[in-house]
């Protein structure tokens, strides 16, 4: 299994520029989350799907965030407008609700965001 | 307010030297607690998933337990690859998993 992959791995860009990152989940796995990790506040619960319905959105900082997953094997996280204070890695992971591993949570790589 | 935390901040062990690392937690209603390493530049990996108080988990150099309370994470004879972040997540009932600070723990040869 090639496990959770996203892209880009790295995206530098201006302030006020659309971000928008991606995530491919573990296929078979039916729940997909979004995280932002920081060195001041850690890792952070931003939203959660679940059988590609959101299903906790409460961690998004603000309207200028959203997120969608419009199948079950990918999911988007967008930032219109950026600003700086959105530098961050930025991880998607999934999950099964079945099977030997339920419910524990695989993560991407990363995306390392960086808004000048 | 739920809250999960990490002790200690940092550590600096020899090759060989054991320790505990601990993960403490106020939440109500535990329905879990994850283990996972983190390596500079990648993802959390996990590690470890405990259910209940006294469940122990092994892998290698390293033991999980739980009590109702907090969880230790256990380095016996720890190598220098064994460096990396370690961070305990904890998920309970109406609510997602909530990550505390983690433990920078290094091993030197």
């Known amino acids: 299994d090639a496990g959770v992959i996203q892209s880009p791995r790295h995206e530098v860009t201006e302030m006020g520029q659309e971000v928008t990152l991606r995530c491919k989940p573990i296929?078979?796995?039916?729940?997909l989350f979004w995280y932002r990790q920081t060195m001041m506040r850690g890792l952070e619960l931003l939203i959660y799907f679940n059988n590609n319905v959101p299903i906790d959105d409460s961690g998004m900082p603000e309207d200028r965030f959203s997120a969608k997953m419009p199948n079950a094997s990918f999911s988007t996280l967008k930032i219109q407008p950026s600003e700086p204070r959105d530098s961050a890695v930025y991880f998607c992971a999934s999950s099964s609700s079945s099977g030997r591993d339920t419910d524990t949570q695989y993560f991407g790589p990363g995306t390392r965001l960086t808004v000048l | 307010e739920d809250q999960v935390t990490q002790s200690p901040e940092a550590l600096r062990l020899q090759e060989g030297e054991s320790s505990s690392l601990n993960c403490s937690y106020t939440?109500?209603?535990?329905?879990?607690l994850f283990w996972y390493r983190q390596d500079p530049g990648k993802g959390p990996e996990f590690l470890f998933t405990?259910?209940?108080a006294g469940e122990e988990k092994e892998k290698e150099r390293l033991k999980a337990t739980l009590t109702k309370k907090e969880s230790f994470l256990h380095i016996t004879a720890p190598k220098p690859e064994d460096s990396a972040t370690y961070l305990c997540?904890?998920?309970?009932?109406?609510?997602?998993?909530?990550f505390g600070p983690g433990t920078r723990l290094s091993v030197l040869p």
């Open positions: 997540a904890v998920w309970y009932y109406g609510q997602n998993f909530v």
């Open positions: 405990l259910y209940s």
């Open positions: 296929s078979g796995h039916n729940s």
């Open positions: 939440v109500s209603g535990l329905r879990g």
